[in-house]
């Protein structure tokens, strides 16, 4: 399973308050994305991170922010939730052999926003 | 907009039929995956094939590389209960694109006894 937990993994909170996700793997991978799953979208990329305080955005990157100060660390942090931000969050790691990437996935934090 | 577009978006058949889904786009990957995921867990990796053409089998899935590497499918031989889940395909764009993948929308297979 690639060593990646996350937390919480179910949270319910008010709109307008602030919210973190982490995500924490275990086997010094580089490379760590977040995602965020809505039924007929698959899969859309949040932000991700290529190293210790290196981030970029992903095509779905307005009103969240991330922070990687430790290898082994991803947060995720909604700065004022919103009700569109209601999702399942899945964090993932990647694995490159040769030219193949492959992704490893958490198993999701379930955010509900009222 | 979605770069992969997977069809069907639901297939419900019954055990022992066979089924295919479909994984389409417009642009070339330098790899595509194929992942399966079951309710309140996150995608796991099927498989990973990367050169045109290849044709990968894992048990009663068969999974194939277009030519082209701009499509893929996924076949399932005598499906039996246990193939239920959010089949996902996701593409590498390029070999410097720092490890991200575009995923597809999912198809929806339900196989009942």
């Known amino acids: 399973d690639a060593g990646i937990t996350q937390s919480p993994r179910h949270k319910v909170t008010e709109t307008g308050t602030p919210v973190t996700l982490r995500c924490h793997q275990t086997?010094?991978?580089?490379?760590m994305y977040w995602y965020r799953q809505d039924p007929g979208h698959g899969l859309r990329l949040i932000h991700y991170s290529y190293g210790v305080k290196d981030t970029d955005k992903g095509e779905v990157s307005d009103g969240y922010s991330v922070s990687r100060s430790k290898t082994e660390d991803f947060l995720l942090t909604l700065e004022s939730a919103t009700s569109s931000q209601t999702s399942v969050y899945f964090c993932?790691?990647?694995?490159?052999?040769?030219?193949?990437?492959?992704?490893?996935f958490g198993p999701g934090t379930r955010l509900t926003v009222l | 907009t979605q770069l992969l577009e997977q069809s069907p978006q639901f297939l419900s058949i019954q055990e022992g039929e066979n089924l295919t889904v479909y994984c389409n786009s417009s642009s070339v990957f330098s790899s595509l995956q194929w992942y399966r995921q079951e309710p309140g867990e996150g995608p796991v990796l099927l498989v990973t094939v990367v050169t045109g053409g290849e044709v990968k089998k894992l048990k009663r899935l068969t999974f194939q590389f277009g030519d082209a590497r701009k499509d893929s499918s996924l076949h399932i031989t005598a499906a039996q209960t246990g193939d239920t889940g959010l089949y996902l395909c996701?593409?590498?764009?390029?070999?410097?694109?720092?490890?991200?993948?575009?995923f597809g929308a999912g198809t929806q297979v339900v196989v009942t006894p």
């Open positions: 993932a790691i990647s694995v490159q052999r040769g030219y193949t990437d492959t992704q490893y």
């Open positions: 996701a593409g590498a764009v390029a070999a410097d694109s720092w490890g991200k993948l575009q």
């Open positions: 086997e010094n991978h580089r490379y």
